[in-house]
């Protein structure tokens, strides 16, 4: 069974510029979850997704960061502009169902210059 | 909110020997779940080991065991015969049985397993 997978795994931009980051959540998987881990602290949830739906996204800052997962299968999270407190590792995870164990991405480790 | 502390930063263990790893949350809750990942260099969350909160006995996988203290909101991962592959980043994590039942995660523990 293939995992989690997440593109790029690294990315590097200037403050102000735009990026969009790519998860393909094992298949079959209902929930999809985005996290930021910044350097030192433990993932912080950004984003969670049923299907196609959102059900919390409390800790996105909205202003500067979108997420969409069409068709209920892949998403994408995309932060614009970038400010160089968003530099972190962003974690994608899915699991069969809301509840049940979240199986990890590889991430894709943002540097804001 | 709900706040899982992880006092250790970073701790280490010869190879073969234990090593026990801390963790206290703090929650109103009492349906609940606890869990321990590992995060090797490769950045990859993998599921060491979960707990119920509604469950009295600890869970073991292993070598890995749990010391489930819920009146002590308490959640301590133990190692035995710690191998040099164990190297890697440890994070406690709390979920509410509810709601979206999002992860909390700590902050980690560091551990070096050393030949």
């Known amino acids: 069974e293939a995992g989690v997978a997440q593109s790029p795994r690294y990315k590097i931009i200037e403050k102000r510029q735009s990026v969009a980051f790519w998860c393909n959540p094992i298949?079959?998987?209902?929930?999809l979850y985005w996290y930021q881990q910044i350097l030192g602290q433990g993932p912080k949830l950004l984003i969670q997704?049923?299907?196609?739906?959102?059900?919390?996204d409390s800790q996105l800052p909205k202003d500067r960061f979108s997420a969409e997962r069409l068709k209920g299968v892949d998403s994408t999270l995309k932060i614009q502009p970038a400010k160089l407190e968003d530099s972190a590792v962003y974690l994608c995870?899915?699991?069969?169902?809301?509840?049940?164990?979240?199986?990890f991405g590889p991430g894709t480790r943002l540097t804001v210059t | 909110a709900q706040t899982v502390t992880q006092s250790q930063p970073e701790m280490s263990v010869q190879e073969a020997e234990t090593v026990t790893l801390s963790c206290t949350y703090d929650?109103?809750?009492?349906?609940?779940?606890l869990f321990w990942y590992k995060q090797p260099p490769s950045r990859q969350m993998i599921l060491v080991i979960r707990?119920?909160?509604?469950?009295?006995q600890n869970a073991t996988e292993n070598r890995f065991s749990v010391n489930f203290q819920k009146a002590a909101k308490s959640f301590s991962l133990k190692i035995s015969d710690s191998q040099l592959g164990d190297a890697a980043m440890y994070f406690c994590?709390?979920?509410?049985?509810?709601?979206?039942?999002?992860?909390?995660f700590g902050k980690g523990t560091k551990l070096t397993v050393n030949p």
């Open positions: 929650t109103s809750e009492s349906d609940y779940y």
């Open positions: 707990q119920e909160a509604y469950k009295q």
């Open positions: 298949s079959g998987h209902a929930t």
């Open positions: 997704f049923q299907n196609n739906g959102v059900v919390d």
């Open positions: 995870a899915s699991s069969l169902a809301q509840g049940l164990e979240q199986y």
């Open positions: 994590a709390y979920r509410f049985q509810g709601g979206s039942e999002k992860l909390v």
